[in-house]
């Protein structure tokens, strides 16, 4: 007989295991590979400052986190950052970059880097907005 089973702390390796088992359906039935990391790092006598993370999947570049030590904003590392990912990407045959922010600054940041607001959820998170934005990269 089945059972129901409801809990506040599953066990990690039972959520790994139905995370693991969705993206694997969801990426066959689209006939989707596997994503490819992708990483822009700037270090100072070699310590990180700044990086730019995300992967490439289906021929865009998802930018997942855009970070710059506090010591060293507003100096256009951000944007160097920023360039050199979607470069690569770009190089790697990505058509176009996706980034979220749930900050209505940052976004216009990346809105003067290029990238076009896509689509705005409101109340995403209570008080925040989710803000998409792509930007083509060919």
């Known amino acids: 007989m089945n059972e129901l089973e409801t809990s506040f702390a599953p066990e990690?390796?039972?959520v790994a295991q139905i995370s693991k088992a969705v993206i694997a359906h969801d990426r066959a039935s689209i006939g989707a590979g596997e994503p490819q990391p992708l990483a822009c790092l700037v270090r100072e006598n070699g310590h990180l400052?700044?990086?730019?993370?995300?992967?490439?999947?289906?021929?865009r570049l998802y930018v997942e986190y855009l970070?710059?030590?506090?010591?060293h904003r507003r100096k256009g590392?951000?944007?160097?950052?920023?360039a050199g990912i979607e470069e690569?990407?770009?190089g790697a045959g990505c058509s176009e970059s996706l980034i979220e922010s749930l900050s209505q600054k940052t976004a216009a940041m990346y809105e003067r880097a290029g990238y076009r607001?896509?689509?705005?959820?409101?109340?995403y998170i209570p008080g925040l907005t989710l803000y998409v934005l792509i930007k083509p990269l060919t």
Request: charged residues 20%; hydrophobic residues 45%; negative net charge.
């Open 117 to 123: 607001g896509h689509a705005q959820i409101d109340n």
């Open 77 to 82: 590392l951000g944007s160097r950052l920023l």
């Open 88 to 90: 690569a990407a770009g």
């Open 12 to 14: 990690g390796r039972v």
């Open 67 to 71: 970070w710059v030590d506090a010591g």
């Open 49 to 59: 400052i700044g990086g730019a993370v995300g992967r490439i999947e289906l021929d």
